[in-house]
C-alpha cells in the first residue's frame, strides 16, 4: 500500500500497509479488544469497510476504508477531515460463523466519535453519542443469514462542549488534528440468554481478599482465583457479591508486575479476567512528609505525560506491538508511571501496562467551551478563581456538566478493574472544571481504591488530598506556601503533574508544519541531554527530599507541532541520551 505523502509513518504503520499489499483481507488490531473480560466467542469485524463522506446538497460516493482507524488518519487510506456539518457513512456485510450463536449475539464498538446511530438489515439496532467510549448493542433481533450493518456518524469536534481532548479543527500548538468515526476495534460476541455484563473486581491486600461484584440476569455462581492451572482461592456469588479469601499471594507493583487468573461463571456464561494485589493510598513517611504509597509503602511516581498520538492512526494505536512498545521504551528508560492524558486507550492497552508493571495515572477526557488562555493568564498571575463560577470555566451549560459526569461514571466503570491504574484525574488545567470539589467526592464514592487528584496544575479549590502543579518556564522548588501549609495541615501530598517540555527537532522524524511548540527550546540531542540532567539534578532531585513524591515529565513522544518528546513522533529517535542515568539515581532516593 502507498504511503500517503506529507505524512510520517511509525515502523508499525509501515508494517500495517505492507500487510495490507501481501494480504489484501489482512485484519489490522484483530487481537482480543478485552482481555479484562474474556469470553470464547469472538469474531473481530475490523478491515476493509466502504465509508462516504455527505456534505450539504452532495452525493453519496462510496469508497473503502481501512477500519478501525479513522477518516483523517493516514493508516485508513483516506486522509480527508470529516466537518460538524458533514456525515460520515459506514457499511459492510458480515456472516455469523456456524453456531457461533449461543443464545444473543452482541455487537460491541470500542470507540466511535462521536454519534453515531446504527442499522442492521435496514433496521435501526441502536444509538450512542460519547467519542471515547465502549458500547455494545444486542442485535439478535436484527439477524439475517446475510447481515448489513450501517453506521451514521456526526462529530462536531471542538465546536460545542462535548468531550474531545486535545483535538481541534484548526489544529496548532499543543492542539492537535481531529478524527471522526470509528477509531477502535468493532466485535461480536456471542452470550447465552442469561450473561454477565459486567463485574468489579476489587484486590484487599489488608484483609487478603478479593471482592467480586456482578451485573447479570441471574444473581447467583461461583468465581475462583487461578495461578496457572492451580486454583488459590474460591467462592460463591450470592445476591451478585462475592468475598475470596486469599492468604497467599505476591503483590503486583512495576518492580513484580505479578497477576492472577480470575474465572467467573454464572448460569452457562463463563468469563476470565485476571487481577493483582496491590493497594494504592496515601501515608506519612518517616519525616511526617504525606507520600503516595503503594502497598502500604512510600512509593515516587516517576512518570511521563503520555498523549496517546500517533501520526500515521492520529488516536489509533497502529498495532498491538506499537502500544507495547510505548510502555516497554519508558519502562526500559526507568520510568514507573504513565500518565494518560486526556485520552482513553484500548483496553489492550491497559492490559500491556497491567502485565509489564506500569503504573497508569488517567485522566478524564476534557471538554466545555474554550476559555484555556483566559485561565492561563489568571493562573500564572496566581488569580485563584472559583470554579462554581462556571462561564469563567467554559461551563455555563448545565447539559455539559451532565455529559461530563455521564462520561466519568463511563470512564471509572470502563476501567476499574485494570490492575496498574493508580490515580484519577477529573480536571486537567481547569479545561472544563466545574464544582471539582463535589466531583471529586464523587469519584471516590465511586471508587474508593484509588488516589485522586481533583485538579491537576491549576485553579486549586483546596480540598484536595494533593497540592498539584504544573510548572513550566520557570524553575521549580518545593513552594515555600506548601511548606507553611505542611505545617498546618499535614495531610497534603505534594506531585509535580506537568513539567519539562524541553525541546529539540529532530531532522527526518518530524511532523511538517509551519512552527514548532515547546517550552525550552534546544539546538541538538546533546544540549538537549544536559538541559535534561540539570533539570533533575538542580530541581527535582532536591524537591524529593523535601516531600515531592511524583514527577510527570511532558513527554513520552513529540506530537504534531510539540517537539518536545522523550522520543520522536515516529517513535524511531530517542533524543534523550540522559534518561536512564537520571532514573537510576531516582531508584536510590
Request: glycine share 6%.
Amino acid at each position: 500500500m502507498e504511503k500517503m505523502k506529507n505524512t510520517l509513518y511509525t515502523a508499525f504503520g509501515e508494517t500495517v500497509l505492507d500487510k495490507l499489499d501481501r494480504e489484501d483481507d489482512w485484519i489490522p488490531l484483530s487481537e482480543y479488544p478485552r482481555p479484562q473480560m474474556v469470553r470464547d466467542s469472538y469474531l473481530c469485524l475490523n478491515g476493509w469497510w466502504n465509508y462516504a463522506i455527505i456534505s450539504d446538497g452532495s452525493e453519496i460516493v462510496w469508497d473503502r476504508i481501512l477500519v478501525p482507524f479513522s477518516p483523517e488518519a493516514a493508516l485508513s487510506t483516506v486522509g480527508r477531515q470529516v466537518f460538524p456539518k458533514d456525515r460520515l457513512l459506514y457499511r459492510r456485510t458480515f456472516f455469523l460463523p456456524e453456531h457461533f450463536n449461543r443464545g444473543r449475539v452482541l455487537l460491541h464498538f470500542d470507540a466511535v466519535d462521536y454519534k453515531c446511530r446504527i442499522t442492521l438489515n435496514g433496521q435501526t439496532a441502536g444509538e450512542h453519542k460519547g467519542g471515547y467510549f465502549a458500547f455494545c448493542i444486542d442485535i439478535t433481533a436484527f439477524l439475517a443469514e446475510v447481515n448489513e450493518l450501517a453506521l451514521e456518524v456526526t462529530d462536531p469536534t471542538d465546536t460545542t462542549y462535548i468531550a474531545r481532548g486535545k483535538q481541534r479543527l484548526h489544529r496548532g500548538n499543543i492542539w492537535y488534528t481531529p478524527q471522526s468515526g470509528i477509531w477502535q476495534t468493532v466485535w461480536l460476541e456471542s452470550v447465552p440468554e442469561n450473561y454477565i455484563e459486567s463485574f468489579r473486581i476489587t484486590p484487599d491486600i489488608d484483609k487478603r481478599q478479593v471482592f467480586l461484584e456482578i451485573e447479570s440476569t441471574l444473581s447467583i455462581g461461583s468465581a475462583v482465583i487461578k495461578d496457572g492451572a492451580a486454583t488459590i482461592a474460591q467462592g460463591l456469588i450470592t445476591d451478585k457479591k462475592a468475598i475470596l479469601n486469599f492468604p497467599d499471594f505476591e503483590l503486583w507493583s512495576p518492580e513484580n508486575p505479578r497477576l492472577y487468573d480470575v474465572e467467573i461463571r454464572v448460569g452457562n456464561d463463563l468469563v476470565k479476567s485476571f487481577t493483582g494485589m496491590r493497594k494504592f493510598s496515601l501515608g506519612k513517611d518517616e519525616d511526617g512528609f504525606t507520600r503516595l504509597f503503594l502497598n502500604n509503602r512510600p512509593y515516587f511516581h516517576n512518570g511521563v505525560l503520555d498523549q496517546g498520538y500517533y501520526p500515521d492512526g492520529l488516536l489509533t494505536p497502529p498495532s498491538d506491538d506499537a502500544m507495547i512498545y510505548d510502555i516497554t521504551a519508558m519502562k526500559d528508560l526507568g520510568f514507573n508511571m504513565l500518565r494518560k492524558h486526556i485520552k482513553i486507550e484500548p483496553l489492550r492497552w491497559y492490559y500491556h501496562c497491567d502485565r509489564l508493571g506500569m503504573i497508569v495515572w488517567q485522566d478524564m477526557v476534557n471538554g466545555g467551551r474554550n476559555r484555556f488562555m483566559f485561565m492561563n493568564v489568571l493562573s500564572y498571575l496566581k488569580v485563584p478563581v472559583k470554579d462554581s463560577l462556571h462561564f469563567f470555566f467554559g461551563r455555563q451549560e448545565n447539559a455539559g456538566r451532565e455529559e461530563y459526569m455521564t462520561d466519568a461514571d463511563r470512564t471509572i466503570k470502563h476501567l476499574y478493574n485494570v490492575t496498574s491504574l493508580g490515580m484519577w484525574v477529573p480536571f486537567n488545567e481547569s479545561w472544563g472544571q466545574f464544582d471539582a470539589d463535589r466531583v471529586g467526592d464523587w469519584v471516590k464514592e465511586k471508587d474508593s481504591s484509588r488516589t485522586i487528584d481533583r485538579y491537576s496544575g491549576w485553579h486549586d479549590q483546596g480540598h484536595s488530598d494533593f497540592t498539584s502543579l504544573h510548572v513550566y518556564f520557570r524553575s521549580f522548588k518545593v513552594p515555600k506556601s506548601w511548606e507553611r501549609r505542611r505545617k498546618r495541615n499535614r495531610e497534603k501530598c505534594l506531585i509535580l503533574t506537568e513539567f519539562g517540555g524541553y525541546s529539540y527537532k529532530e531532522p527526518g522524524h518530524h511532523f511538517i508544519n509551519r512552527k514548532d511548540f515547546g517550552y525550552r527550546k534546544f539546538a541538538g540531542k546533546s544540549e538537549l541531554s544536559r538541559g535534561y540532567r540539570d533539570l533533575y539534578e538542580k530541581e527535582i532531585i532536591p524537591a524529593m527530599k523535601k516531600g515531592l513524591s511524583a514527577a510527570v515529565y511532558t513527554q513520552l513522544t513529540d506530537v504534531e507541532d510539540e517537539v518536545n518528546g522523550i522520543l520522536t513522533y515516529d517513535r524511531k529517535v530517542l533524543k534523550i541520551d540522559s534518561v536512564r542515568d537520571i532514573n537510576k539515581m531516582l531508584e536510590y532516593m
